[in-house]
């Protein structure tokens, strides 16, 4: 399909595999010696602080704020997906400058920060079941380089499965308007509306 209907105009598709492709070849030797990477650096959570490794990070987050991400990923069990959440929760409310061990909101993120560390809420995290949602998937910050160094790794499969994850299976659709009467999402939803 591609070699007939993407030829160059006025040439028949035998003319063109009959063409001599070296001439082509020649060309594909580019020189990217004087490219040099530069190391991505990672952003502190409740700080403007930058760091090339997530070790580094995290050894300026515990010295800094208090604040122990490989702790807490071990002691709650933590995947790869559910660090995701926490750091996309914790990075949404330092910058809407809340606190979110108190809800108490501020000003600047001076004042959030000067309070969080007094009042020693960095590591003072909500239940699991705030920060555990599937709106904070998305990030934050565009790019957040904090994000791709989080690891996952075998061990984080194991957690997973000590905590118990549950299977879901998806509901048989075949007679629609019986599962529109038993969803679970109908129950959701009553019960979202009789709690507001």
Known sequence: FYVINY?????????????????????????WSDWEERPDSAVCLFCEKQAETIEKLC?????AHEFDLLKIKSELGLNFYQQVKLVNFI?????????????VKFKSKAE?????????????????????QPEY?????????????????????????QNGN?????????????????????QLLLHESLKN
């Open 7 to 31: 030829l160059e105009l006025g040439k028949s598709w035998e003319e063109v595999q009959l063409e001599d492709d070296r001439e082509l070849l020649d060309h594909q030797e580019d020189d």
């Open 59 to 63: 050894v300026h987050m515990e010295d």
């Open 91 to 103: 990075r949404r409310q330092i910058h809407q400058c809340k606190c979110y061990g108190c809800h």
């Open 112 to 132: 959030l920060r000067t309070h969080m560390e007094e009042a020693k809420h960095t590591s003072l995290l909500p239940e699991r079941k705030t920060w555990d």
């Open 137 to 161: 998937y998305f990030p934050t910050y565009e790019n957040d380089t904090l994000l791709c160094t989080l690891s996952d790794s075998e061990s984080d499969l194991t957690a997973q499965e």
């Open 166 to 186: 549950i299977t879901i299976i998806s509901e048989d659709i075949s007679k629609l308007h019986a599962l529109k009467q038993s969803s679970i999402l109908n």
